[in-house]
């Protein structure tokens, strides 16, 4: 008996940590704070975005050229701008638009992380872009949890096309795998439920997954290319883990998806799209 009432204080303690921990567990923020000079960013500006609720938001941007497609860049948990600053140079090659944006509480933007903080940061995001440019010229790429943030602002607003690179159908099923023993679906406050989404996603949809990733399962990402009603593309990379489907390949799918943009017609150029 005594033995019984020790595991269950303890199972008890284990489910409070987690509980009053989770937003520090799930949003492991960056507190470093760079800029385009130190990121080596050619062409780009520093600029903040108030949010609709106050926050300030720091951004690397870099305007599109006439008839070239803008990136609206949304990166993972674990992100921030100084880690994505090599993907924002390559985005921005042959004169298109980058509008990468750090989340409330990373890399200098005020504010703490949340779901609804999250998508109150996309809306402004939008809104920088959507001064800038046509919503049809405009490609929202997620990167992990970002792609939870890209499918809430896909549901919303029209755009262009859409790159899910390592989605999850829900943050919850990635956190029920990690803590099997925790009721995490009753607990958890921030689900980024993506699968709940896919009958309002009109976007053209480039889903990048690696058959590898420990972290988000291949799985995940072929549920949610099949819930997606289309036109869809998904490519599988075999060697691939979670952080570098971009520099894996997806890279130059990414380009083409772009190109399709300026041609006015992406949902014709994901058919011809292959690692």
Request: no cysteine; net charge negative; aromatic share 8%.
């Amino acid at each position: 008996m005594r033995t019984a009432i020790i595991v269950l204080v303890a199972y008890i303690g284990l489910v409070a940590m987690l509980f009053t921990t989770q937003r520090a567990l799930q949003y492991p923020a960056s507190a470093r704070v760079t800029d385009v000079e130190e990121a080596q960013l050619t062409g780009f500006s520093d600029v903040v975005i108030t949010t609709e609720d106050g926050e300030q938001l720091r951004a690397f941007w870099k305007p599109p050229e006439e008839g070239r497609t803008l990136v609206l860049y949304f990166h993972g948990n674990g992100g921030s701008l100084w880690n994505r600053r090599f993907r924002a140079q390559a985005l921005a090659e042959e004169g298109r638009g980058v509008l990468m944006v750090s989340y409330r509480g990373y890399s200098g933007s005020t504010g703490s992380p949340t779901e609804e903080g999250l998508h109150a940061d996309a809306r402004a995001a939008y809104a920088f872009a959507r001064a800038h440019a046509d919503p049809a010229r405009i490609l929202a790429y997620g990167e992990s949890l970002g792609t939870g943030v890209v499918m809430r602002l896909a549901s919303d607003n029209p755009l262009g096309a859409i790159v899910l690179d390592a989605p999850f159908t829900s943050t919850t099923d990635v956190a029920a795998r990690l803590y099997p023993i925790v009721p995490v679906r009753f607990l958890m406050l921030d689900q980024f439920r993506s699968i709940d989404l896919v009958d309002d996603i009109t976007a053209p949809a480039l889903i990048m997954h690696g058959r590898r990733d420990q972290v988000v399962p291949f799985a995940d990402g072929r549920a949610l290319y099949e819930a997606l009603p289309g036109p869809k593309r998904l490519l599988a990379f075999p060697e691939s883990g979670h952080v570098s489907l971009f520099e894996d390949g997806g890279r130059e799918a990414v380009r083409m998806l772009m190109e399709g943009i300026e041609n006015g017609d992406p949902a014709a150029r994901l058919e011809s799209i292959a690692l």
